[in-house]
T-cell receptor, first 111, second 119 residues
Framework: EAQVTQNPRYLITVTGKKLTVTCSQNMNHEYMSWYRQDPGLGLRQIYYSMNVEVTDKGDVPEGYKVSRKEKRNFPLILESPSPNQTSLYFC??????????FGNGTRLTVT | AQKITQTQPGMFVQEKEAVTLDCTYD???????LFWYKQPSSGEMIFLIYQGSYDQQNATEGRYSLNFQKARKSANLVISASQLGDSAMYFCAMREFFILTGGGNKLTFGTGTQLKVEL
C-alpha cells in the first residue's frame, strides 16, 4: 500500500532533549516536506527536499534540522526542543504536479 | 500579502444542502496548482480535488467541484448534497512551481475553514 509513515504518533518531551521524528515513503517520490499545524495558522512548511541530499528551508525552519540521505526517508530533528515547538507535525511526499501524500501526523508536546 | 486566504473560519450547513468554501490566492508565478484537503477530527489530511492554472475546465470529483476564477484569483470548493461525514476542517493550498524565479516547489496552505453539517 502506498503510504507515508511517520513515527511516533504522539510524543511528550522536555525542553532541550534532542528528538527525531521519522518519515518514510514507499512511492519513490523525489519531493518530501515537513509541515507544522497550529490553530488559526493552518499548515506551515518547515523544510522541504527536492531529492536526495537536496534540502531547503520553508517558512518556519528555525529550531529544526532535516536530512535526506536516502530517497525514502526524511527525518525531522529538533536539537533542543522548546515549548513553542509544541504542535502537530506532518510529513508529506509527492510528484511535482500531483497532490501531496501526507503521513498521519505526530503530535508533539514540549514541556 | 497572504498567499492563500480563507475568510470563513467556520461554516454551518444543513444535511443535503450545497455549501461553498471560499479561497483566494496570490501569486505572480504563471504556473501553479490549487488543492483542497479535508482534515477530519481524527487528524489525517485527505486530498479532495486539484486544479491546475492552465486547466480550462473546473475540476470535479464526485460531490466536490472547484469553482476556479483565474482573473479573480479564487478557487472556491463546492460540496453538493452535504453529508454528516463532511464535517471537518477544510484547507485550500497552492503549489507554485517558480517558473520565473527557478527552483523550488512550495505548497502553501490557508488557515482553514471548519465545516459543520447539521441534521
Amino acid at each position: 500500500e502506498a503510504q507515508v509513515t511517520q513515527n511516533p504518533r504522539y510524543l511528550i518531551t522536555v525542553t532541550g532533549k534532542k528528538l527525531t521524528v521519522t518519515c518514510s515513503q514507499n512511492m519513490n517520490h523525489e519531493y518530501m516536506s515537513w509541515y507544522r499545524q497550529d490553530p488559526g495558522l493552518g499548515l506551515r512548511q518547515i523544510y522541504y527536499s527536492m531529492n536526495v541530499e537536496v534540502t531547503d528551508k520553508g517558512d518556519v525552519p528555525e529550531g529544526y534540522k532535516v536530512s535526506r540521505k536516502e530517497k525514502r526517508n526524511f527525518p525531522l530533528i529538533l536539537e533542543s526542543p522548546s515549548p513553542n515547538q509544541t504542535s502537530l507535525y506532518f510529513c508529506a511526499s509527492g510528484l511535482p504536479e500531483s497532490p501531496l501524500h501526507f503521513g498521519n501526523g505526530t503530535r508533539l508536546t514540549v514541556t | 500579502a497572504q498567499k492563500i486566504t480563507q475568510t470563513q473560519p467556520g461554516m454551518f450547513v444543513q444535511e443535503k444542502e450545497a455549501v461553498t468554501l471560499d479561497c483566494t490566492y496570490d501569486t505572480s508565478d504563471p504556473s501553479y496548482g490549487l488543492f483542497w484537503y479535508k482534515q477530519p477530527s481524527s487528524g489525517e489530511m485527505i486530498f479532495l480535488i486539484y486544479q491546475g492554472s492552465y486547466d480550462q475546465q473546473n475540476a470535479t470529483e464526485g460531490r466536490y467541484s472547484l469553482n476556479f476564477q483565474k482573473a479573480r484569483k479564487s478557487a472556491n470548493l463546492v460540496i453538493s448534497a452535504s453529508q454528516l461525514g463532511d464535517s471537518a476542517m477544510y484547507f485550500c493550498a497552492m503549489r507554485e512551481f517558480f517558473i520565473l524565479t527557478g527552483g523550488g516547489n512550495k505548497l502553501t496552505f490557508g488557515t482553514g475553514t471548519q465545516l459543520k453539517v447539521e441534521l
